[in-house]
């Protein structure tokens, strides 16, 4: 039976002749030398000394679970304690904090391209006011918010700027029809 071996960073396998026995490793720090002998490197190196990264609680949050940055529990309780329903499913907190997730990163999103455009590395309530007025769907889901500090969106009607400033509109002739020509 030949010897084969294959290292990998994720999976090594071997499968040696001397004793027959079929060896599945996870860890790189496996490897086998020239004689295919078993050699274990840096294996001090690999050990991990931060217990936050360690999961040998089991506990994970709901918030980790569905890969959210919202936290799930703190919308659920904001739910209860609104009183919105007798009875609120475990599913619901979790729809919401990433409906919430993805308004708050959309409008983020757009006030960045807003900072961007004006030279700026800040996020202002301005920035916010102009990107949701600029967008068609959060303008129409923000009709009634204020926010404090946004101002309001430029605009100047076309009546009071000078008349070298105005849009040239197209002037559209009618041919007027009347009843006798038919």
Avoid: W
Avoid at 74 to 98: C, D, F, M, T, W
Avoid at 134 to 151: M, R
Wanted: some cysteine; overall charge positive; charged content about 25%.
């Amino acid at each position: 039976m030949a010897n084969n071996s294959t290292n990998t960073n994720s999976i090594s396998h071997s499968l040696s002749d001397n004793n027959g026995t079929l060896r599945l490793s996870t860890d790189s720090s496996y490897e086998l030398d020239i004689n295919n002998n078993d050699i274990q490197q840096h294996s001090d190196k690999n050990v991990s000394t931060n217990k936050t990264n360690s999961t040998s609680s089991g506990y994970m949050t709901r918030s980790k679970k569905a890969g959210l940055v919202f936290p799930v529990s703190r919308v659920e309780n904001h739910l209860r304690k609104g009183r919105y329903a007798k009875r609120i499913s475990p599913q619901a907190s979790v729809y919401l904090a990433s409906v919430l997730e993805y308004l708050v990163a959309e409008t983020v999103e757009l006030a960045g391209d807003m900072t961007r455009k004006g030279k700026r590395k800040r996020i202002t309530p301005r920035d916010i006011a102009l990107a949701i007025k600029n967008d068609h769907e959060l303008a129409k889901l923000c009709t009634d918010v204020t926010i404090p500090e946004g101002g309001v969106q430029p605009f100047i009607h076309e009546v009071l700027l000078k008349p070298s400033q105005r849009r040239r509109t197209r002037r559209v002739k009618f041919n007027i029809v009347d009843d006798n020509d038919l």
